[in-house]
Nanobody, 125 residues
Framework: QVQLVESGGGSVQAGGSLRLSCAAS????????MGWFRQAPGKEREGVAA????????YYADSVKGRFTFSQDKAKNTVYLQMNSLKPEDTAMYYC??????????????????WGQGTQVTVSS
């Protein structure tokens, strides 16, 4: 089992920044991929960014490319999502996810086996 705990959400004005954290515990050695997803009210959950923990390769949705940065601290078993130049459309519940591979592609939630409880991000105009 793997446990994921997110933190760092909050409310900011457009143009502001937030950094989300996701601390992993348990059998993390098998989790080669980590991802951040978000779900806005009335919308489906969507993949925002992902990282291959072995080599640090990152993937981003076009909507956040250039504004969000996914990083990891292996010593702390923690990944981060630095979010800059936030927009009102970034408002959503953000979830951290972990999985062993991208069987369905990195943006498909079926590729991930473990999920955190979510942290709310609200961006006001």
């Amino acid at each position: 089992q793997v446990q994921l705990v997110e933190s760092g959400g909050g409310s900011v004005q457009a143009g502001g920044s937030l950094r989300l954290s996701c601390a992993a515990s348990g059998y993390t050695y098998s989790m080669r991929y980590m991802g951040w997803f978000r779900q806005a009210p009335g919308k489906e959950r969507e993949g925002v960014a992902a990282i291959y923990t072995g080599g640090g390769i990152t993937y981003y949705a076009d909507s956040v490319k250039g504004r969000f940065t996914f990083s990891q601290d292996k010593a702390k078993n923690t990944v981060y999502l630095q979010m800059n130049s936030l927009k009102p459309e970034d408002t959503a519940m953000y979830y951290c996810a972990a999985g062993g591979g991208f069987a369905y592609g990195w943006r498909n939630e079926r590729s991930f086996d473990y999920w955190g409880q979510g942290t709310q991000v609200t961006v006001s105009s």
